[in-house]
Nanobody
Framework: QVQLVESGGGLVQAGGSLRLSCAASGRSGSSYAMGWFRQAPGKEREFVAA????????YYADSVKGRFTISRDNAKNTGYLQMNSLKPEDTAVYYCAAGYGVVGQEEERYDYWGQGTQVTVSS
């Protein structure tokens, strides 16, 4: 069992930046991929970014490519999502997820989910 807790969300003006963190605890000694997803009001949850255990492979949704950066620090059991040049359409609840399978953008690849953190971008 892995517990995930997101932090770092908040209110920011368009063009600003935020860094989300995802602290993992529980099952240790196992490698897992980490992903970030988001859900805007009235919309389905969508993939944002993912990273493999070693941090050598990253994947991004086209809508955030070039603006968001996913990273991780395995020594701290923490993943990050650096979000720059934020737009109002980035407003959503952001979730981190962990999975023991091959990293990817499908929700089914992830076994554990955090509770989410709200990101609001004002115009």
């Amino acid at each position: 069992q892995v517990q995930l807790v997101e932090s770092g969300g908040g209110l920011v003006q368009a063009g600003g930046s935020l860094r989300l963190s995802c602290a993992a605890s529980g099952r240790s000694g196992s490698s897992y991929a980490m992903g970030w997803f988001r859900q805007a009001p009235g919309k389905e949850r969508e993939f944002v970014a993912a990273i493999n255990w070693r941090g050598t492979n990253t994947y991004y949704a086209d809508s955030v490519k070039g603006r968001f950066t996913i990273s991780r620090d395995n020594a701290k059991n923490t993943g990050y999502l650096q979000m720059n040049s934020l737009k109002p359409e980035d407003t959503a609840v952001y979730y981190c997820a962990a999975g023991y399978g091959v990293v990817g953008q499908e929700e089914e690849r992830y076994d554990y989910w955090g509770q989410g953190t709200q990101v609001t971008v004002s115009s």
